[in-house]
């Protein structure tokens, strides 16, 4: 080949490549009208590392496909990452039935991103006997639902019944108050060999989160809404208490221990190690207690918050992408009410736990209530593996506390919040008021850009 | 005659089809990766979008709605303020390590890649390192300090270091770069300049400040504006570092990235703001542009 025969071979190779990677980033592919199956795309499928819960969630969407032949199952891995969401939508690649936190469903419905599913409930007759504090969460200001819940926790004290018969205190009667706390971390602490009446979070935004569950448990808000604009509210005799309180048992009574600036997985070592003895935690604490960090569950107890006042809850639960087809929000609900918010399952998911070794008989999650409730206790009951007894503080106390959810943009806040909680832990000369006032005026800042 | 004309166009295409050719290649891949989202990031800063129904036009509602926020002026003085500290450290140590590297009779190969190592680490683990340094409960600096009997620092937690504590990771993770270019330019000065100041009997400093000084200013000046524009887009130490939320620290980068995925979920404000970053930075651009090219 002479040279200009080769240059001109170049070239057409060089415009045809050209060509082709313009039609591959051109245009986005219109699905095509189909007239078989509905075929709905749904997250929350584990990784291929996680084998057992994989080959569990295909086997269910084996049975499903089998039962509903009308309805194809796409699953994807993942759950929901505030940070991908956008362009994931953006990028047409939100799944069709997608995962949520408790803290997503207000700014999703207000931004116009979710479809209402009002109109489709009656076919999934369960949702009747869901609480209807939970539902709140899903329902937008027009009373329209967008989306259901399907898993849900509300933070107590977590405590260690071992430690507490030690310190001469009763575990069957934990501490009410906030004044009871400080007095038995007193007791505890006086046990000596490094044990630290009572331990709490400052870092990694856990710290905020904590502030808030015990302004919450004092009758204390951490945002109001003032017409429709959000304010900070913690900066009040109720946030004053809330540090006042940490700041006599971490300087005062000494009663915290000198390690401070502690996240999640910190305060459940400890516990795990029989070092602590009480923090504000959920049940879901206690399996990873047992099954990391080698703790037993006959060690720990689980009571309501102290205070009672109000306890902050959280959770989980699915959502419908914007502007599906009818069939396909029935097809998705069909989806839900077989795989994740079904009371049915309850009795072989427990049978299936507890012969993998995992927790049955933890008081949370438990979304239902009237029927569907009993059926859960029924499965319960006859497939415990964990002393429910330790719960029973919780269990008896709990539904009389009214359940709060976190403030808007509740990570950013927590972040800010942080700051405050770690200052009063690890500066004994630290100043409340001003931290709470500096706290407030950033928080406002990003309260402003709250729906 | 306009037969003629066209004659000659169609010839002229024919005669540079392969120039063309190649030229189509670096066209579409600039076109379509650069040129399309600009283009599309200005139209944005006009609009609202939800990415689920149509976007609608605003006008010039997100520049009202970027000056009316208080952190627009805090996250322009704060990235002021990171240039500022960069350039001093960031600025002046590459120069003084490339100025000690070349006196190093031996092993200079050696130094030449310990200084250039650090930017060989992908930059989020260089952050996630000096993340664990910077720890005030468990990390290694207050670790040493307090083994010392030295007061410990909060480091990032702190009003008065976070900025200081970020611009030394910046630093550290980037100077690499700076130092060996500066070496190159160390390389090339003829040693009869040096000699020649030897004999005139100049000082150190002196030589430094009337022979390496006065041949380097070329590259100097270079690496000064492109470390302005450099620094100015700082984003994965503060954000990695002291989150979005930290008002002592928040800098443009991080308030688009607030805009669009944090607290607002409001692309059409990060666009907005994007928009004037790029504004400034084009401006820094330009000078460098026409720096280089007197230069050429």
Known sequence: MNRRMLGKSVAVALIAGTALLGAACSGEDKPAESTGPVTITVNGKPPATDAVNLANFEADVKAFEAKYPNIKIDAKEGFM????????????????????????????????????????????????????????????????????????????????????????????????????????????????????GYGDYSKSNTGGWHFTAELYSVGGDIAVKDGDKWKAAFNSDKGKQVLQQLKDMRWTDDTMGSRQLLEWADLIQMAASGKLGMYIGSSDNLPVIVNQYKGKYEDYGLSVMPGGQGTLGGGD?????????????????????????????????????????????????????????????????????????????????????????????AQQVYAVLDTAMQKVLTDRNADIAKLLADAEAQVNTILAAAK | MTVG??????????????????????????????????VKGI??????????????????????????????????????????LALLFGYAVPFAVALVVNEFRHAKGFFRVAVYLPVMLPPIVSVLLWKYFYDPGSGLFNAVLSALHLPTSEWTQSPKMAMVSLVLVSTWANMGGATIMYLAGLAGIPSELYEAAELDGASVWQRVRHVTIPQLRFIMLVLLLLQIVATMQVFIEPFQLTGTTNPDTITVMVLIYRYAFTVNNDFGLAAAMSVLLFIVLGAFSAVYLRLTRKAD
């Open chain 1, 317 to 409: 639960g699915y959502m419908f992408k914007a502007g599906l087809s009818p069939e396909k929000i029935k097809a998705g609900l069909t989806w839900l009410s077989f795989k994740t918010i079904n009371p049915d399952r309850i009795m072989a998911d427990n049978e299936k736990a507890s012969k993998a070794g995992q927790p049955v008989g933890l008081p949370q999650p438990n979304i239902w209530t009237g029927a569907s409730a009993a059926k859960r206790e029924e499965a319960t009951k006859k497939f415990a593996n964990v002393p429910s007894d330790n719960f029973a503080p919780f269990v008896a106390g709990n539904a009389s506390i009214p359940l709060k959810l976190e403030p808007p943009l």
């Open chain 2, 43 to 84: 139209i944005l800063s006009f609009q609202q979008d939800n990415f689920v129904t149509p976007p609608y036009w605003v006008g010039l509602d997100n520049y009202r709605a970027l000056f009316a926020d208080p952190l627009f002026g805090t996250a322009w003085l704060n990235t002021l303020e990171f240039t500022a």
């Open chain 1, 81 to 196: 990452d505030p940070q991908t969401f956008a362009t994931k939508l953006a990028g047409g690649q939100l799944e069709d039935v997608f995962y949520v936190y408790f803290t997503d469903p207000q700014a999703l419905i207000a931004k116009k991103q979710v479809s209402d599913i009002s109109a489709y409930l009656d076919t999934v007759p369960q949702v009747k006997d869901i609480q209807e504090q939970l539902m709140k969460v899903f329902t937008g200001p027009d009373g329209k639902v967008y989306g259901l819940p399907s898993a849900n926790y509300s933070l107590g004290l977590v405590y260690n019944r071992t430690l507490f018969t030690k310190a001469g205190l009763d575990p069957a009667n934990p501490p009410k108050t906030w004044e009871e706390v400080r007095t038995a971390a007193q007791k505890l602490k006086a046990l000596g060999d490094g044990v630290v």
């Open chain 2, 5 to 38: 004309a066209s004659e000659r166009l169609r010839r002229r295409i024919g005669d540079n089809l392969q120039a063309y050719a190649f030229l189509a290649a670096g066209l579409v891949c600039f076109g379509l990766f650069s040129w399309y989202p600009l």
